[in-house]
C-alpha cells in the first residue's frame, strides 16, 4: 500500500494491456446503447447503403476476376498484378492515416495526462495507443476489404480456409502502416514546435497523398487491359511478371494470397509479413521509450499565434470595397476561419491533383479510334456533366456542409447581434460557392475544349454546371443548417454525419433529374443534327427550362429553409 492511499482502496501498480484499453471499450459500448432518439434509423440507412456498396464492389471485382480467370495463361497473373495494386493503395492510405491519427492518440487525448503521470509500464501504453491508432485509421480500409476478399475467395474457389489466410496477410498490413505512422508522427514532434505539428502533418499528408495519386495515374494501369499497346506478348507478360513493388509488404500480402488461390501454397510471404509486423512493433517500440516523454511534453506547449497578413487584407479589402460593411467584414470572417484551419485549406492540394487526374483521364479517353460516330463523341460530354456534378456535390460537402456548423458556440454572439441572419447566410454562400463556380467551369470548359465538341454541346454544358453549382451550393448550406454538428472538434468529421449522407442523396437525386431532363432535347438536337434537319424548339424549351427551374428551386428552397430553421435559433 503506497503512502497516503486509503486504507481498503484498491490501487493498481501496473495496469494490464486490457485494463487501459478498457475505458475506450466501455466508451463505445455507451454510445451503441444509448437510446439516442433517430439512432435507430441512422443505423439503418448507413446499414442500408453500405450493404449496396459492398455489393456493388464485390459484383464488380467478381466479374473482372472471373473475364481475367478465362483468359489462359495470363489471367492469373493479371489478377494478381490487380490484387498487388489496389493493396499498395491500401497500404498508402494507411500510412497517411496513421500519421494523422497518431496525433491525437499519442499526443492529444484527453486521458494522456492521466496516464502519463500514473503507473503505467511505457510498453503497455504504447501498445495500448498503437491499438488504438491501428483500429481508428483502419477501420474503413477493413470494410473496403471484405468485399475484395470476398470476391477473390470466391472466383478463384479459396475455400473454407481462405478467410483465415485472408486474415494473416492483412493483419500485418495493418500493423506495419500503424508503427511508420506513429513512429514519423513522434519524429516530428520532437523536431517541430509541438502545437504545428498538427499544421505540418496535415500539409505533409495532403501533400504525399497527391502524390500517390499523381504516382498512380501516371503509371496508367488501364494499359494491362490492352496488351495491343506493348512491343510484344513477351513485353506484355514481363510486366504481369514483375513485382509492383517487391519490398512493400502489400506485395508480400498479395503473393500469399494469390499462392493459396492458384493451390501452390508459399510459406515465404507470410514469414515476411509476420516478421516484418513484429520487427516494427519492436522498433516503434524502442523509439517510443527514447523519445515520448520529451514529445509529449513539447506537445504541452501553447500555440504560436499567427502574424496577420497586412497584403493579403488589403486585395481583400480592394475587391470588395463595393460592399457594405456588415458584408465585407462577414465575407472577410468566413475567409478567416477558411485558412485558419490547416485541415480546411491544405486539402485544396489534394483536390487540384484530382482535378488534374481527371482532366487527365479525359484526355486519354479513345474517341477517335474506328467506331466512334457523331452521336458518341457528343453524348460523352453530356455523360460528362455527371461526373463533374458528382466532383462539385463531394467538394460542397467537405467546404460549404459544414460553414453553419464550424460557427461553433460563437453563434449565440452573432444572433445576439442586430446582424440579419440573411447576411450570414449569404455570405456563407457566396464565399463557398465563387470558387465552387470557378472550378466547375474550368473542369468542363477544359474537357469540352479536349473532346472537341460542337459549339451547342459546350453552351449546353458550361451553362449546365453553373446552374449545378448553385443548386448544389444552396442544398449544402440547407443541410448544413437542418442538422448542424455544433460540437463537433473536426471539421472533416461533420461531413459524414447523417446529414452529410442525406446531401449527397438529395444532390445525386438533383443531378439525375437535371440529366434526365436534359436527355431529350439533347437526343433531339444530335438527330437532327445527323438528319440535316431543325430541331424541335418546344423540346429544346421544355427540357432545358425544366432542368434550370429545377436548379433553382434546390438552390432558393434550402436556403430559406436554413433561413428559418436559423432564425428559429435562441438568441
Known amino acids: 500500500m503506497p503512502d497516503g492511499a486509503a486504507a481498503g482502496a484498491p490501487v493498481v501498480a501496473d495496469p494490464s494491456l486490457l485494463h487501459l484499453l478498457a475505458p475506450k471499450w466501455l466508451t463505445a459500448r455507451a454510445r ?141 498490413l495493418l500493423v506495419i502502416p500503424a508503427v511508420i505512422g506513429s513512429a514519423i508522427t513522434l519524429l516530428l514532434v520532437n523536431i517541430f514546435p509541438a502545437r504545428r505539428t498538427r499544421d505540418i502533418l496535415s500539409v505533409i499528408a495532403v501533400i504525399a497523398a497527391a502524390g500517390i495519386v499523381l504516382l498512380f495515374r ?54 515476411l509479413l509476420w516478421t516484418s509486423a513484429a520487427a516494427a512493433v519492436a522498433l516503434g517500440a524502442m523509439l517510443h521509450r527514447a523519445y515520448y516523454l520529451k514529445g509529449f511534453s513539447k506537445a504541452q506547449e501553447s500555440g504560436a499565434h499567427w502574424v496577420r497578413g497586412r497584403l493579403m487584407r488589403r486585395i481583400a479589402m480592394t475587391l470588395f470595397r463595393p460592399l457594405s460593411v456588415l458584408k465585407r467584414e462577414l465575407i472577410l470572417k468566413e475567409l478567416r476561419l477558411f485558412f485558419r484551419d490547416t485541415t480546411q485549406w491544405s486539402q485544396l492540394i489534394l483536390l487540384g491533383v484530382l482535378v488534374v487526374v481527371y482532366v487527365f483521364n479525359i484526355k486519354y479517353l479513345p474517341l477517335r479510334g474506328e467506331g466512334m460516330t457523331f452521336f458518341l463523341i457528343n453524348i460523352v460530354p453530356f455523360l460528362n456533366l455527371v461526373l463533374a456534378g458528382f466532383v462539385l456535390a463531394s467538394i460542397a460537402a467537405r467546404f460549404i456542409f ?9 453563434l449565440w454572439l452573432l444572433r445576439s447581434s442586430p446582424m440579419e441572419v440573411r447576411d450570414l447566410l449569404w455570405a456563407k454562400f457566396w464565399v463557398g460557392t465563387l470558387p465552387l463556380l470557378i472550378l466547375a467551369v474550368v473542369i468542363v470548359a477544359v474537357t469540352d475544349y479536349l473532346l472537341d465538341v460542337t459549339p ?116
Open 32 to 172: 451503441l446503447l444509448a437510446g439516442e432518439r433517430g439512432r435507430g434509423a441512422r443505423f439503418a440507412v448507413l446499414a442500408i447503403f453500405g450493404a449496396l456498396f459492398w455489393a456493388f464492389v464485390y459484383v464488380v471485382l467478381n466479374r473482372l476476376l472471373r473475364y481475367f480467370r478465362g483468359v489462359e495463361e495470363i489471367g492469373p497473373l493479371l489478377a494478381g498484378k490487380l490484387l498487388g495494386l489496389i493493396l499498395i493503395g491500401f497500404f498508402s492510405i494507411l500510412v497517411l492515416s496513421n500519421i494523422i491519427t497518431a496525433l491525437s492518440s499519442f499526443f492529444l487525448a484527453r486521458d494522456l495526462d492521466l496516464l502519463v503521470s500514473g503507473p503505467v509500464d511505457w510498453l503497455k501504453l504504447y501498445l495500448a495507443k498503437l491499438l488504438e491508432t491501428t483500429v481508428d485509421s483502419s477501420w474503413m480500409v477493413t470494410l473496403l476489404a471484405i468485399p475484395m476478399f470476398a470476391a477473390y475467395g470466391r472466383v478463384y474457389q479459396g475455400g473454407w480456409w481462405f478467410p483465415v489466410v485472408s486474415l494473416a496477410v492483412f493483419l500485418p
Open 218 to 271: 501516371l503509371v496508367r494501369p488501364e494499359r494491362l487491359a490492352r496488351p495491343e499497346g506493348f512491343r510484344s506478348l513477351v513485353d506484355f507478360v514481363t510486366v504481369l511478371r514483375t513485382p509492383t513493388s517487391p519490398l512493400f509488404p502489400s506485395e508480400w500480402a498479395a503473393r500469399g494470397v494469390m499462392s493459396w488461390l492458384q493451390y501452390r501454397l508459399e510459406y515465404l510471404p507470410f514469414y
Open 402 to 410: 459544414p460553414a453553419v456548423s464550424l460557427e461553433g458556440r460563437t
Open 456 to 571: 451547342f454541346m459546350f453552351a449546353v454544358s458550361v451553362l449546365t454546371i453553373v446552374l449545378m453549382t448553385f443548386a448544389v451550393a444552396g442544398m449544402a448550406l440547407g443541410f448544413g443548417t437542418l442538422f448542424p454538428q455544433f460540437e463537433t472538434e473536426n471539421a472533416a468529421q461533420i461531413p459524414t454525419s447523417f446529414g452529410g449522407l442525406l446531401f449527397m442523396m438529395a444532390s445525386v437525386a438533383m443531378i439525375g433529374g437535371v440529366v434526365i431532363l436534359e436527355a431529350r432535347p439533347v437526343y433531339e438536337y444530335l438527330l437532327a443534327r445527323m438528319a440535316n434537319r431543325a430541331p424541335n424548339p418546344w423540346e429544346l424549351w421544355l427540357g432545358f427550362g425544366g432542368a434550370a427551374l429545377l436548379c433553382l428551386g434546390c438552390t432558393l428552397v434550402p436556403i430559406r429553409v436554413a433561413l428559418r430553421r436559423l432564425s428559429a435559433v435562441e438568441r
